[in-house]
């Protein structure tokens, strides 16, 4: 059983900021290239910030200058920090690798981490 483990997500007020991180124990982190989706309520899961290998970094326009995604290869740990938080950012969390992780057909999601943000 592959597993996705996701956590620090909270409730905070605008311009505020959160830390999220993610493991596994079955997928090796430092051999993916990773990537954090945000799924707002009604929306659909988006990317919204991506570590290749050799840690290059892209994000999606709404979060360029406020989140940072990075790693922990040691730890095998991924992490997303969050500043300057919106009302729009609001929505689960989940980290996975990119493309999605799949086994003989079947993708792999883990639980996500909530963000509720405030006005």
């Known amino acids: 059983q592959v597993q996705l483990v996701e956590s620090g997500g909270g409730g905070v007020q605008a311009g505020g900021s959160l830390r999220l991180s993610c493991s596994s124990s079955?997928?090796?982190?430092?051999?993916?290239?990773m990537s954090w989706y945000r799924q707002g309520p009604g929306k659909q899961r988006d990317v919204v910030a991506t570590?290749?290998?050799?840690?290059?970094?892209t994000y999606t326009n709404s979060v360029k200058g406020r989140f940072i995604i990075s790693r922990d290869n040691a730890k095998n740990m991924v992490f997303l920090q969050m500043y300057s938080l919106e009302p729009e950012d609001t929505g689960a969390y989940y980290c996975?690798?990119?493309?999605?992780?799949?086994?003989?057909?079947?993708?792999?999601w883990g639980q996500g981490t909530q963000v509720m943000v405030s006005s």
């Open positions: 996975n690798t990119q493309p999605i992780f799949r086994v003989n057909g079947v993708y792999y």
């Open positions: 570590i290749t290998r050799d840690e290059t970094t």
């Open positions: 079955e997928i090796t982190f430092s051999m993916q290239t």
